[in-house]
């Protein structure tokens, strides 16, 4: 198992439906959070490397500024971007600038403030989240893609409206048990299957709500790790992968291919597989998206997905908890900020200090963040 | 005609493959095939990425095609929020995808994953044109 490169401070900021602050004010909730639990100071930090969804940014180049405000001049700074997946990727590029001997200490910083544009604005570059050229034409949006894929995870497997409920009463418990979700009230199945329709078969309650928020991830060499850390906890496996974005690129559309293959890098590198893994953070934008996760991450048999949820062993207490902070669905998916907080759950778990989202003495645990409808695709497995 | 007149929405005005919307306005869908390693492209592609070439023919999207997946849209993007709802689907002409609208004849009820479509060629109201599958 690799220990080369360890996580040595979390932070996140709560997640919000409108931060009322500017874009560097929410980022440096999440850096002084991260810095505090690392326990070094900005200068300590060698490299930044900001991540978010620039269509939503007023700001134009925000990694200067926000760089800026965190007092990490004159340390160099940069962008990342694959929209949802930006902060994991954000990580892949901090580890590898790491690995390679250019820096010891290198900063991961997520947000998004999707309130920064107005809500018109917001629906209007949804649109184009889609080939710009053959699919936005015809009107398409993001809850319109999964729900495809939805529709021919039914129709290949069996699965139904009732299992992807199952998975939102997952989220909305154990968002009730997180104070930095946006969503913290509990679900009925009724509501879920009774919501109003988006895109069919997705109601309401199966599509994440926008937030604003920002995430922070502090990485380190092996040796500036055991010099500073009390706790590292190490990146053991790290996987990325693509697929068309165009529609008419894929073979089939129950399950994202960037997520198999992203899963199969990075069982290899941490030679581990997905029986060794304790607690998992999943990409869970919309339900469907849970499902097809256990099924591409090798939790479950293709089409078999729906007996984990069905059996409860996605829980707390069950086989392979997944999502145990609220997942996106709770809480919230502020773009360029959910890959780093769901590394953060997972590195607070694997540390002990998840609270009562705790699960039993994990060792080793898993982060899957997709961009776009799997057109990015990104794995991460650590350890302690 | 350019670019621009294709889909209700146009986003993109200047491309090589602009000759598309003069096909559909013939009523035909066409894609590109690569002269050199023939393989067919739908949406059409001005560059081959296998060969890597640049010599593309167009070719009719014919015959009928099955339905991949669908979904009945509720809430549209800006620009389309007074269509709703509508279908969205992918639908497989031997190997060759193509991505559209169902026509709102279809109910949802009427709409299975495996049905034969074709694609059939539209002029929307303001002379935008489309394609949209249809019943085969």
Same mark, same amino acid.
């Given at each position: ?12 900021s ?8 500017s ?24 490299a ?6 620039p ?10 500024l926000?760089a ?8 160099p700074?940069?962008a ?11 990580? +892949?590029?901090?580890y590898?600038?790491?690995? &390679?001997?250019?820096?010891d ?24 989240g889609?080939?710009i ?5 015809f009107?398409?949006?993001m ?5 495809? !894929?939805?529709?021919? !995870?039914f ?6 409206? !009732?299992?992807?409920?199952?998975i ?33 078969p ?20 092996? &040796? ?31 399950g994202?291919?960037?997520? +198999? ?39 479950a048999?293709p ?18 908890p997944?999502?145990?902070d609220?997942?996106?669905l709770?809480?919230g998916?502020?773009?360029?900020a ?5 590394v953060?759950t997972v ?6 200090e ?13 982060v !899957? ?10 794995v991460i497995?650590?350890?302690? | #005609? ?11 005005a200047?491309t ?21 390693c ?9 560059d081959?990425?296998w060969?890597?070439?640049?010599? #593309? ?9 099955n ?15 007074n ?9 497989d002409f031997n ?12 109910s ?6 495996? #049905?034969?479509?074709?694609? *059939? ?5 303001g002379?935008?044109l489309?394609y949209?599958?249809?019943? *085969?």
């Amino acid at each position: 198992m690799p220990k080369d490169v360890a996580v040595i401070g979390v932070g996140q900021s709560s997640f919000v439906r409108n931060y009322e602050g500017s874009i560097r004010e929410l980022a440096f909730e999440a850096f002084r959070e991260a810095i505090k639990d690392a326990g070094i100071t900005p200068a300590d930090i060698n490299a930044s490397i900001i991540c978010s969804a620039p269509e939503y940014d007023k700001q134009r180049s925000p990694s200067g500024l926000i760089a800026e405000y965190l007092g990490l001049n004159p340390q160099p700074t940069f962008a990342i971007e694959t929209v949802c997946s930006s902060s994991t990727t954000g990580i +892949r590029v901090g580890y590898s600038l790491i690995k &390679a001997g250019l820096h010891d200490i290198v900063l991961v910083l997520g947000f998004q403030k999707m309130s920064e544009i107005s809500s018109a604005d917001s629906q209007e570059r949804m649109g184009r989240g889609a080939d710009i050229m053959w699919e936005s034409p015809f009107g398409t949006m993001m809850p319109a893609y999964y729900a495809m !894929h939805a529709r021919a !995870h039914f129709n290949k497997y069996g699965s139904t409206e !009732h299992d992807l409920a199952l998975i939102r009463i997952k989220a909305a418990k154990y968002g009730q048990l997180n104070d930095k979700a946006v969503y913290r009230k509990g679900l009925e199945l009724d509501q879920v299957l009774n919501a109003e329709p988006v895109a069919s078969p997705l109601k309401r309650f199966d599509c994440c709500a926008n937030a604003d928020g920002s995430s922070c991830v502090i990485l380190a060499s092996a &040796a500036k790790a055991k010099e500073i850390s009390k706790k590292p906890v190490w990146v053991m496996g790290l996987g990325a992968a693509t697929a068309s974005l165009t529609m008419t690129g894929r073979d089939a559309l129950d399950g994202l291919d960037s997520a +198999r293959l992203a899963a199969k890098e990075a069982y290899a590198m941490a030679g581990v597989g997905p029986a060794d893994i304790d607690v998992a953070e999943v990409h869970d934008c919309f339900t469907i998206a849970e499902l097809m996760a256990y099924e591409n991450l090798g939790f479950a048999e293709p089409g078999k997905g729906v007996e984990l949820i069905r059996a409860g062993e996605t829980y707390l207490e069950g086989k392979i908890p997944v999502n145990v902070d609220g997942g996106l669905l709770s809480k919230g998916h502020p773009i360029g900020a959910t890959g780093g907080s769901q590394v953060r759950t997972v590195v607070l778990q694997l540390r002990g200090e998840a609270g009562s989202m705790q699960v039993a003495d994990p060792e080793i645990g898993l982060v !899957h963040n997709i961009g776009g409808v799997g057109i990015y695709g990104n794995v991460i497995i650590f350890g302690r | #005609m350019g670019f621009e007149n294709f889909g209700q929405i146009s986003f993109a005005a200047q491309t090589k493959v602009s000759d598309f919307v003069d096909f559909l306005k013939n009523g035909e869908l066409r894609g590109t095939k690569c002269q050199e390693c023939g393989r067919i492209f739908f949406p059409p592609r001005a560059d081959c990425s296998w060969c890597p070439e640049s010599s #593309m023919e167009w070719v009719k999207i014919e015959g009928a095609g099955n339905l991949v997946s669908f979904t009945r849209v509720h809430y549209g993007p800006t620009g389309f929020e007074n269509d709703t709802p509508y279908t969205l689907a992918l639908a497989d002409f031997n190997g060759v995808k193509v991505f559209g609208r169902i026509t709102k004849e279809l109910s949802e009820e009427q709409t299975k994953i495996g #049905m034969a479509l074709k694609a *059939a060629a539209v002029t929307l109201p303001g002379g935008q044109l489309t394609y949209e599958l249809i019943p *085969a």
